[in-house]
């Protein structure tokens, strides 16, 4: 049997009414009336229509904390893969907390690609890329743990309402999880069988994201997972 | 191998060669989803015409040079797989490939928000795996359904379809046969929740008359399809949990 969900699925090109909050560009004012742009649901939430987009991609912006992936090394700075359409730049003084010179610094020696970071968007304006600092509390280097990918989108249903989602499985696990907007999660847990389970959760919440009562399934899943696996 | 066989396009009763009506489509399906590693994905029958579309990005073009500072490049190849036809055709692109690239690129432009993604490509990838007339028009309707599962913005989803003349009447949908041996083909795209049509083409001679009948046919066909699109991209999130 077919979940139920939140709300109704809406697809591209579909009439919303006049009264309904959505992020731009997920829904367009034509006339005086909301369209959406991209695949969603339209629910109610305290007695407002909101439309919440299921698909869609990670739009850089100012302030946010995301995880990405040094993909190659520049003379002054990484080129950093933040999973958006722009490559992300982390300059190496910011890196390094100090002035730094290609001459005499060796970039390899402190990040190398394949490497995560966990930073903070600085400068983005859609006319330039991306630009990165690690300069910040719990900012840099991933040294441990494991880096799973999620949609972007489903990334405020891995969170959950007041941190509801997150905070069963950290506690029905004793693993952390870091989930950060640009889709990815960064996750440490106790041993690599807790770690197995908590991907599998993760991928479960991606799929069923916009369906009613997914927190106790996911709960569910874990205690099941658990005493099939004997952790 | 044997002569060439006439086929008879149009029988007593008014019914074409495989028993459609004059304006009837060919039994359609589609699907979304169907490449992992793409960004959005469909396929597409029209009948024994089957085409596969993918979407990339938005993404920085490998050739940098190319961008644009105000919005997206929409990318679009089309393309026959050499399996595609009953001869084997030519993996090279072929002139009448990069004029479809050109026709359905443009069929898509209007409808996609490249605005939002300044300096970046969207790359769309239609491959056709079976040819049995209509491929464009397929092309179109698989690159919209696979836009809308990358998640890229549009402003409403587009369906293509072909009229055609066979024997003076007009009909809907053509296949290979009907392509071949019939008087004119005018395949159509169009968005129906914008009121828009986003690809209009003749081939061969039609009256004023006849142009006019054979997009009010097409209008309706596109609603159609159009409509089937919705369904199939509602479906793939409304039969969470459901078993397979």
């Given at each position: 049997m077919a979940r139920e969900l939140h709300g109704s699925i809406v697809v591209p090109g579909e009439r919303l009414g006049s009264k309904v909050e959505g992020k731009h560009p997920y829904t367009l004012d034509m006339g005086g009336v909301k369209v959406a742009t991209v695949i969603g649901l339209l629910s109610k939430r305290d007695d407002k229509n909101v439309f919440i987009n299921l698909k869609g991609v990670y739009m850089p912006e100012v302030g946010h904390i995301v995880i990405g992936l040094v993909e190659s090394i520049a003379i002054t700075s990484w080129q950093v893969d933040i999973n958006s359409p722009y490559q992300a730049v982390l300059p190496a003084h910011d890196f390094l907390g100090r002035p730094f010179n290609p001459a005499t610094d060796d970039l390899s020696r402190y990040l190398k690609p394949g490497d995560y970071i966990k930073a903070k968007i600085v400068l983005f304006d859609k006319t330039r890329n991306p630009v990165l600092s690690?300069?910040?509390?719990?900012?840099?280097?991933?040294?441990?743990g494991f880096i799973v990918d999620v949609s972007p989108s489903k990334i405020p249903r891995v969170i959950g309402r007041k941190r509801s989602m997150i905070n069963m499985i950290e506690e029905k696990t004793g693993c952390t999880l870091f989930p950060a907007v640009n889709g990815r999660v960064h996750i440490e847990c106790p041993n690599k069988e807790l770690e197995m389970i908590v991907i599998m959760a993760l991928k479960l919440i991606e799929a069923?994201?916009?369906?009613?009562g997914l927190t106790e399934r996911v709960a569910k899943f874990i205690e099941e997972e658990r005493a099939r696996r004997g952790v | 191998m044997g002569g060439k066989t006439q086929v008879r396009l149009i029988d007593e009763n008014g019914?074409?060669?495989?028993?459609?009506?004059?304006d009837e489509l060919r039994p359609i399906r589609m699907q979304v989803g169907v490449l992992a590693n793409a960004t959005g994905s469909a396929l597409v029958e029209y009948g024994r015409t089957k085409v596969l579309a993918a979407v990339y990005g938005p993404r920085e073009p490998?050739?940098?040079?190319?961008?644009?500072p105000d919005r997206a490049i929409l990318r679009v190849r089309y393309h026959m797989a050499p399996f595609s036809t009953t001869e084997r055709k030519s993996p090279a692109p072929s002139r009448r490939e990069i004029e479809l690239s050109k026709v359905i690129r443009e069929a898509l432009e209007d409808i996609?928000?490249?605005?939002?993604?300044?300096r970046t490509v969207i790359d769309v990838f239609v491959e056709v795996?079976?040819?049995?007339?209509g491929t464009r028009v397929a092309g179109v309707t698989a690159a919209s359904l696979a836009l809308a599962d990358a998640g890229i913005p549009l402003r409403g989803l587009v369906a293509g379809v072909a009229v055609g003349k066979i024997n003076g009447v007009l009909v809907l949908d053509l296949d290979e046969v009907e392509d071949s041996m019939g008087e004119a083909d005018m395949p159509i795209a169009g968005a129906p929740d914008l009121g828009l049509i986003t690809l209009f083409q003749l081939n061969g001679v039609l009256t004023e008359e006849e142009v006019e009948k054979g997009l009010s046919m097409a209008w309706s066909a596109i609603e159609k399809i159009v409509a089937m699109e919705k369904e199939v991209l509602r479906s793939k999130f409304e039969a969470v949990g459901e078993e397979a």
């Open positions: 690690v300069q910040g509390d719990g900012l840099g280097r991933i040294v441990s069923e994201a916009h369906t009613i | 019914l074409r060669h495989d028993g459609r009506r004059f490998f050739q940098k040079y190319m961008v644009l996609v928000l490249l605005t939002e993604y300044p795996l079976q040819a049995d007339g």
